[in-house]
């Protein structure tokens, strides 16, 4: 399927299908391609898909931080949807997903959450020491897949390219310590609506106790493992993942 790619001054988005609407979000290093299948398999199954990009570097700097881009996906799903919508979010994508369910939680149906940061991740680091060095990028890439082949040399040239622009390594170091002291631990019991956590197995960057921690304070939550699986589930195990949410969004809807 073509998705089709929107534009206007406030937002640039994909969106594809009719029926309930459902909003990816990606993470930090990640973009609106992580989710194609998951695009194609939900448009034709009755959701109408919405993937935002996310300003990550776009704002300013004294507001780029967690707390601002999801001011800016609550708006997004005012302006543009304009009713509650199914939130699935990877990475720092959960995290937003899981600060917008506690600060607006009349927007979000329901919450899917896979390798998501709000506890605790392993990042970078605070800085890139070897960012000109491409086979040093091309590992940290890889190391947040089960299977390094996942880590196509398109997306590692991707991270590259952000880590050499000296703005955008700026902004991508603010957002991960922006994170890490955003933490959600005393936020989770709050949240009421029903709650999916799917998460790999062999998560590098938000290891499994991330999941069993949010599993155990959130009280709306399932939770499901995939084995073989890193950190960007819907990446690496696409139809495993799809079958899983689409089975829990039966039941939950």
């Known amino acids: 399927m073509i998705f089709k790619t929107k534009k206007d001054k406030k937002y640039t988005y994909l969106e594809a299908g009719e029926g309930h609407p459902m909003v990816l979000l990606?993470?930090?290093?990640?973009?609106?391609?992580?989710?194609?299948k998951m695009i194609n398999f939900f448009s034709d199954k009755g959701y109408q898909v919405f993937v935002p990009q996310l300003?990550?570097?776009?704002?300013?700097i004294l507001n780029t931080n967690l707390t601002s881009i999801s001011k800016f996906v609550a708006k997004f799903i005012t302006d543009v949807i304009g009713k509650p919508v199914t939130i699935v979010g990877n990475s720092m994508g959960g995290h937003i997903g899981l600060i917008l369910v506690t600060s607006r939680p009349e927007l979000v149906r329901n919450l899917v959450?896979?390798?998501?940061?709000?506890?605790?991740?392993?990042?970078?680091?605070?800085?890139?020491?070897r960012k000109s060095d491409k086979e040093y990028i091309k590992?940290?890439?890889?190391?947040?897949?089960?299977?390094?082949?996942?880590a196509t040399d398109e997306l590692v040239d991707e991270v590259f390219a952000v880590v050499?622009?000296?703005?955008?390594g700026i902004k991508t170091v603010m957002l991960a310590r922006s994170?890490?002291?955003h933490n959600m631990l005393n936020d989770l019991p709050k949240i009421t609506c029903p709650t999916c956590i799917i998460w790999g197995k062999q998560d590098n960057v938000t290891p499994p106790e991330v999941?069993?921690?949010?599993?155990?304070?959130i009280p709306n939550?399932?939770?499901?493992?995939?084995?073989?699986?890193g950190h960007a589930a819907m990446m690496e195990k696409p139809d495993e993942f799809n079958e899983i949410l689409y089975s829990w969004l039966q039941k939950v809807m």
């Not at 939550?221 to 699986?229: E, G, K, M, T």
Request: include cysteine; aromatic fraction near 14%; hydrophobic fraction near 35%.
């Open 139 to 150: 590992k940290k890439t890889q190391d947040v897949f089960y299977d390094p082949a996942v």
């Open 221 to 229: 939550s399932s939770l499901y493992w995939l084995d073989q699986c």
């Open 113 to 129: 959450l896979t390798g998501s940061s709000g506890l605790y991740e392993r990042t970078f680091g605070d800085s890139f020491p």
């Open 179 to 181: 994170a890490i002291k």
């Open 164 to 168: 050499n622009d000296r703005m955008k």
């Open 211 to 217: 999941a069993e921690d949010m599993h155990k304070f």
């Open 26 to 36: 990606h993470g930090l290093m990640g973009g609106l391609s992580n989710f194609d």
């Open 55 to 60: 300003p990550i570097y776009d704002l300013p």
